[in-house]
């Protein structure tokens, strides 16, 4: 029966076909697994008497028999067949009046972890535009502040004083440069083409070798059957040498020690959810370093413009490499504990 659903066994969301007065006529696997149950015990029961509490659903059938349902949401609790609670993220829905009623079900630890994900992602968007327009303020008076101190040197009386304009001058210019890097990455075009995942490796792999000859050792594990995905390869670069330069340097000592170690690793994942967009093909890049760990005061804010957990550090790279990711509609994401620190790369493949 309802062979034509058999692609709904896919899904790890949990779905009931239920008709207008709430029993079950078709359920998928998810939601016969969730509820220690099968297909033969569900079909033909109420399916409200799996919920902790059945109002909101007896509502969503009222609400449909009144031909008032549309779609409807709400929070519940699922209990299965060994009296275990599962919170999920309903949505009731009836395509046409009269009709059967789909019910979806999303666990809700998933639901919320989107979701702080999404609320990370846009506060992190809002900070980025927050300093580009404090980039902008700053830039424009720079430039008729270093023009004023120059003349000023010229007319000074006492060249004694000329200390002091070159401390102007001096400081504007670093300033200047701190603020065009603030405005690079969103001025950078992008320049898409094929690009291999593993040749952008490679490339890091021999610059970061050249920077540490000896003490990094550099382990690649790649899935060399990765398609190409569309991307501006020099902007790639830039990502994933940022967070190996990182690496190198929070491995100060290992390197000396001749024990540091930064793993390259490539694999392909199914079915993810980037930035809203749901992609069947992803790749995953992990930037893995055996160093000592982000730094627990940073760790919320890495990669927020300005943090930065080093001495003469601009805290620039990763809010970078986040931006770069993000334009390709890829995500970035990082674990970190003493010994293993993982960057990890998510970008969707056509
Ligand atoms: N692999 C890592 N191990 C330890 N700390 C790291 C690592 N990657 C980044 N960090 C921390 O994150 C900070 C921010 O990095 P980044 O944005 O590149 O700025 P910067 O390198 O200029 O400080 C670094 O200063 C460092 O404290
Ligand atoms: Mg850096």
Same mark, same amino acid.
């Given at each position: 029966?309802?062979?034509?659903?058999?692609?709904?066994?896919?899904?790890?969301?949990?779905?009931?076909?239920?008709?207008?007065?709430?029993?079950?006529?078709?359920?998928?696997?998810?939601?016969?697994?969730?509820?220690?149950?099968?297909?033969?015990? &569900?079909?033909?029961?109420?399916?409200?008497?799996?919920?902790?509490?059945?109002?909101?659903?007896?509502?969503?059938?009222?609400?449909?028999?009144?031909?008032?349902?549309?779609?409807?949401?709400?929070?519940?609790?699922?209990?299965?067949?060994?009296?275990?609670?599962?919170?999920?993220?309903?949505?009731?829905?009836?395509?046409?009046?009269?009709?059967?009623?789909?019910?979806?079900?999303?666990?809700?630890?998933?639901?919320?972890?989107?979701?702080?994900?999404?609320?990370?992602?846009?506060?992190?968007?809002?900070?980025?535009?927050?300093?580009?327009?404090?980039?902008?303020?700053?830039?424009?008076?720079?430039?008729?502040?270093?023009?004023?101190?120059?003349?000023?040197?010229?007319?000074?009386?006492?060249?004694?004083?000329?200390?002091?304009?070159?401390? /102007?001058?001096?400081?504007?210019?670093?300033?200047?440069?701190?603020?065009?890097?603030?405005?690079?990455?969103?001025?950078?075009?992008? $320049?898409?083409?094929?690009?291999?995942?593993?040749?952008?490796?490679?490339?890091?792999?021999?610059?970061?070798?050249?920077?540490?000859?000896?003490?990094?050792?550099?382990?690649?594990?790649?899935?060399?059957?990765?398609?190409?995905?569309?991307?501006?390869?020099?902007?790639? /670069?830039?990502?994933?040498?940022? &967070?190996?330069?990182?690496?190198?340097?929070?491995?100060?000592?290992?390197?000396?020690?001749?024990?540091?170690?930064? $793993?390259?690793?490539?694999? /392909?994942?199914?079915?993810?959810?980037?930035?809203?967009?749901?992609?069947?093909?992803?790749?995953?890049?992990?930037?893995?370093?055996?160093?000592?760990?982000?730094?627990?005061?940073?760790?919320?804010?890495?990669?927020?413009?300005?943090?930065?957990?080093?001495?003469?550090?601009?805290?620039?790279?990763?809010?970078?490499?986040?931006?770069?990711?993000?334009?390709?509609?890829?995500?970035?994401?990082?674990?970190?504990?003493?010994?293993?620190?993982?960057?990890?790369?998510?970008?969707?493949?056509?």
């Amino acid at each position: 029966m309802h062979q034509r659903f058999a692609v709904l066994d896919n899904l790890s969301t949990l779905i009931a076909l239920v008709s207008n007065n709430g029993q079950v006529v078709y359920s998928n696997s998810a939601l016969e697994a969730a509820l220690v149950s099968s297909h033969r015990l &569900i079909v033909g029961t109420p399916l409200a008497q799996y919920f902790q509490e059945a109002t909101a659903f007896q509502n969503a059938l009222q609400a449909a028999n009144l031909q008032q349902l549309g779609t409807l949401s709400f929070d519940a609790v699922l209990i299965d067949s060994f009296d275990k609670a599962l919170s999920v993220y309903v949505s009731a829905s009836q395509p046409e009046p009269n009709a059967e009623i789909w019910i979806e079900m999303h666990p809700q630890d998933a639901q919320a972890k989107q979701e702080r994900e999404q609320r990370l992602s846009d506060q992190a968007q809002a900070n980025k535009e927050l300093v580009r327009n404090l980039a902008h303020e700053i830039k424009n008076p720079l430039g008729g502040i270093r023009g004023a101190a120059q003349l000023l040197e010229m007319d000074l009386p006492s060249p004694d004083l000329k200390e002091y304009t070159q401390v /102007i001058i001096h400081e504007s210019d670093r300033l200047q440069s701190l603020v065009d890097r603030l405005l690079a990455p969103h001025r950078q075009a992008k $320049i898409v083409s094929d690009v291999n995942i593993h040749e952008v490796c490679e490339r890091v792999r021999s610059v970061v070798l050249a920077q540490y000859p000896k003490g990094l050792q550099i382990k690649r594990d790649y899935d060399v059957s990765i398609p190409e995905l569309r991307a501006d390869k020099e902007q790639l /670069i830039q990502v994933v040498l940022n &967070i190996a330069q990182n690496a190198c340097q929070a491995m100060g000592t290992l390197i000396e020690n001749a024990q540091a170690q930064l $793993i390259l690793k490539t694999r /392909i994942v199914n079915q993810v959810t980037l930035e809203r967009h749901r992609y069947k093909l992803a790749l995953e890049l992990h930037i893995i370093d055996n160093g000592p760990g982000i730094e627990e005061s940073i760790k919320d804010t890495l990669f927020f413009p300005l943090v930065s957990g080093r001495d003469g550090g601009s805290g620039l790279g990763l809010t970078i490499a986040q931006t770069f990711v993000v334009q390709h509609g890829g995500q970035i994401e990082c674990s970190s504990v003493p010994g293993k620190t993982d960057f990890k790369i998510l970008l969707p493949l056509p």
